[in-house]
């Protein structure tokens, strides 16, 4: 998410915070080439030129340029700009009224990622403890029904569909009552994709929110399309009054113009990012956690509340007990790798990690390959890893496809963290994030 934006402006700061001092020209230099970064990440042109403005206004203050280490301020200087750019503090997060189900409209064009943000978001709310009602009222398309069921059905979530239906206003009314009546906490609407020129279509999304009258009406734009998103969201906001948006396949934004360039143009927030394909690859959006990112200092804040929502922490106590007793077996360390894959793409986790500025040597593909080769073990040797001789190590590693150097390497890295985990579990404190 955002590779190209980072890296580049890692570059222009690079030059700055190598610099024991720093003159007005040297700063002027600097904030023409972000301006330049930020036009090829495909940010609106006013937008850049005004973030840049307001970072040239203050980083030539006598202050800064005669302050021990300038080149670090002009860096905390443009996060604070990104951070007003991408709209400062975090929007107030959905309302539930006491007496009936709160409602969330989706709006979007066709193929921006509306049905599947609509389960993501379901499954965002669900995980929260609230109950969920998904409405499929996109007539048009004639897989739509079937695939809101599908990833209804996956999540754990009712959808209310009728294909016999005509109207989508009389379904989503019906929708409405059953949300209220079954003590639903929320109805998530799917909507038709639409083309934000097509008046029909757009007259029948705001008939829609006329009848839900909806707690929020959210936007669903493609990460990927750049300033085409901000279009988009411009000519559907003359029309609809969007209180939000989601930002879907952000994770392939390497960019980052679009999400840069939306509260500044359109004036809504930013409430959702998209970032990756499975139910719960969606993420609340903070503007100072994506500005960090945007500048290499990773975002530990998200990645500490992803390990909380998604890791077992009963497993996790029961390894810490295990520890102090016992000792750490592999079938223990196939059980943390595999709590790991919950919290989401290694390098996507890595990068949360501030400091972490290039890839890693070791990737998704290299966990997969080591998962391979501890199920190809007896359960015998998982538990007593002393016992695996050369005949046993080749056998393994025809189990697994893999070398028998392989199998080798793994067993250096599993004595190794065996090592380090009776360090920590010596100690009366909490073991590293993953395993505590």
């Given at each position: 998410?955002?590779?190209?934006?980072?890296?580049k402006l890692a570059g222009?700061?690079?030059?700055?915070?190598?610099?024991?001092?720093?003159?007005?020209?040297?700063?002027?230099?600097?904030?023409?080439?972000?301006?330049?970064?930020?036009?090829?990440?495909?940010?609106?042109?006013?937008?850049?030129?005004?973030?840049?403005?307001?970072?040239?206004?203050?980083?030539?203050?006598?202050?800064?340029?005669?302050?021990?280490?300038?080149?670090?301020?002009?860096?905390?200087?443009?996060?604070?700009?990104?951070?007003?750019?991408?709209?400062?503090?975090?929007?107030?997060?959905?309302?539930?009224?006491s007496n009936r189900a709160?409602?969330?409209?989706?709006?979007?064009?066709?193929?921006?990622?509306?049905?599947?943000?609509?389960?993501?978001?379901?499954?965002?709310?669900?995980?929260?403890?609230?109950?969920?009602?998904?409405?499929?009222?996109?007539?048009?398309?004639?897989?739509?029904?079937?695939?809101?069921?599908?990833?209804?059905?996956?999540?754990?979530?009712?959808?209310?569909?009728?294909?016999?239906?005509?109207?989508?206003?009389?379904?989503?009314?019906?929708?409405?009552?059953?949300?209220?009546?079954?003590?639903?906490?929320?109805?998530?609407?799917?909507?038709?994709?639409?083309?934000?020129?097509?008046?029909?279509?757009?007259?029948?999304?705001?008939?829609?929110?006329?009848?839900?009258?909806?707690?929020?009406?959210?936007?669903?734009?493609?990460?990927?399309?750049?300033?085409?998103?901000?279009?988009?969201?411009?000519?559907?906001?003359?029309?609809?009054?969007?209180?939000?948006?989601?930002?879907?396949?952000?994770?392939?934004?390497?960019?980052?113009?679009?999400?840069?360039?939306?509260?500044?143009?359109?004036?809504?927030?930013?409430?959702?990012?998209?970032?990756?394909?499975?139910?719960?690859?969606?993420?609340?959006?903070?503007?100072?956690?994506?500005?960090?990112?945007?500048?290499?200092?990773?975002?530990?804040?998200?990645?500490?509340?992803?390990?909380?929502?998604?890791?077992?922490?009963?497993?996790?106590?029961?390894?810490?007990?295990?520890?102090?007793?016992?000792?750490?077996?592999?079938?223990?360390?196939?059980?943390?790798?595999?709590?790991?894959?919950?919290?989401?793409?290694?390098?996507?986790?890595?990068?949360?990690?501030?400091?972490?500025?290039?890839?890693?040597?070791?990737?998704?593909?290299?966990?997969?390959?080591?998962?391979?080769?501890?199920?190809?073990?007896?359960?015998?040797?998982?538990?007593?890893?002393?016992?695996?001789?050369?005949?046993?190590?080749?056998?393994?590693?025809?189990?697994?496809?893999?070398?028998?150097?392989?199998?080798?390497?793994?067993?250096?890295?599993?004595?190794?963290?065996?090592t380090m985990l009776k360090?920590?579990?010596?100690?009366?404190?909490?073991?590293?994030?993953?395993?505590?």
């Open positions: 998410m955002f590779d190209e934006l980072t890296t222009v700061f690079r030059k700055l915070t190598g610099r024991g001092r720093l003159s007005e020209q040297d700063v002027r230099d600097a904030v023409r080439e972000i301006r330049r970064v930020l036009l090829e990440a495909d940010v609106n042109l006013v937008v850049a030129r005004d973030l840049c403005k307001r970072v040239e206004t203050r980083a030539v203050g006598a202050e800064l340029l005669q302050s021990v280490a300038p080149g670090q301020q002009v860096v905390k200087i443009v996060f604070d700009e990104l951070v007003s750019a991408l709209g400062g503090t975090s929007a107030a997060g959905t309302q539930f009224p709160a409602v969330v409209l989706l709006a979007g064009l066709q193929g921006s990622g509306k049905t599947t943000s609509a389960a993501k978001l379901a499954s965002y709310w669900k995980e929260r403890g609230k109950r969920v009602l998904l409405a499929a009222l996109d007539l048009r398309r004639p897989a739509a029904v079937d695939q809101l069921e599908v990833l209804g059905r996956s999540i754990g979530a009712p959808v209310h569909a009728d294909r016999s239906a005509k109207d989508p206003i009389r379904l989503a009314q019906e929708a409405r009552s059953r949300a209220d009546r079954e003590g639903f906490d929320l109805l998530i609407a799917d909507t038709a994709g639409r083309l934000h020129v097509d008046e029909e279509l757009m007259g029948e999304v705001t008939r829609l929110q006329e009848a839900l009258q909806p707690t929020e009406t959210l936007l669903v734009l493609d990460g990927m399309t750049g300033q085409d998103a901000v279009q988009i969201a411009e000519a559907f906001t003359k029309s609809l009054r969007v209180t939000g948006f989601i930002l879907a396949k952000l994770d392939g934004d390497a960019r980052g113009g679009a999400a840069l360039s939306l509260r500044a143009v359109c004036g809504a927030p930013i409430r959702y990012l998209g970032v990756g394909e499975k139910p719960d690859a969606l993420e609340t959006f903070h503007a100072d956690r994506l500005a960090s990112r945007i500048l290499g200092m990773g975002d530990v804040v998200t990645l500490v509340e992803r390990a909380q929502e998604r890791l077992d922490h009963s497993k996790a106590e029961a390894l810490e007990k295990k520890l102090r007793k016992e000792g750490f077996t592999l079938e223990d360390f196939l059980g943390q790798l595999q709590e790991m894959k919950k919290l989401g793409p290694l390098d996507e986790l890595l990068k949360m990690l501030p400091g972490v500025k290039s890839p890693t040597q070791v990737s998704d593909q290299d966990l997969r390959r080591t998962e391979a080769i501890i199920q190809s073990m007896t359960r015998q040797e998982r538990n007593r890893p002393q016992i695996i001789d050369g005949s046993r190590r080749k056998r393994i590693a025809r189990g697994s496809g893999t070398t028998v150097q392989d199998v080798n390497r793994l067993l250096r890295q599993f004595d190794q963290a065996r360090r920590f579990g010596g100690k009366r404190g909490r073991l590293p994030m993953g395993m505590s």
